[in-house]
């Protein structure tokens, strides 16, 4: 399996950005997909999970209402779009895979692409 990620970028507060993650290498109808962070200096974070099969997503409260997780089945590709960004928001963010739905240790990791978000 691998989870290419890509989007990152530096935007001012109040700004957006739209991550994409690529993923190959195997079928992922029965997968969940992930979003984590990691702020500098900080443990990673959960972000937003969406499930392949049939699209149900889960948020952090602290992006719920700005964040938005998609995919589009043709070109496995998994989307976080982030609205109203925050300097808070600012980190390495990871796309992550696996077929178990709700776990906070998926198996198979993407790199990290970064955000800055500047006040």
């Known amino acids: 399996v691998q989870l290419q990620a890509s989007g990152g970028g530096l935007v001012q507060a109040g700004g957006s950005l739209r991550l994409s993650c690529a993923a190959s290498g195997r079928t992922f109808s029965t997968y969940a997909m992930y979003w984590f962070r990691q702020p500098p200096g900080k443990e990673r974070e959960f972000v937003a999970r969406?499930?392949?099969?049939?699209?149900?997503?889960v948020y952090a409260d602290s992006v719920k209402g700005r964040f938005t997780i998609s995919r589009d089945s043709a070109k496995t590709t998994v989307y976080l779009q982030m609205n109203s960004l925050k300097p808070e928001d600012t980190a390495d963010y990871y796309c992550?895979?696996?077929?178990?739905?709700?776990?906070?240790?998926?198996?198979?990791w993407g790199q990290g692409t970064q955000v800055t978000v500047s006040s």
């Open positions: 992550a895979a696996d077929s178990v739905v709700d776990t906070t240790t998926p198996l198979y």
């Open positions: 969406i499930t392949w099969s049939d699209g149900r997503t």
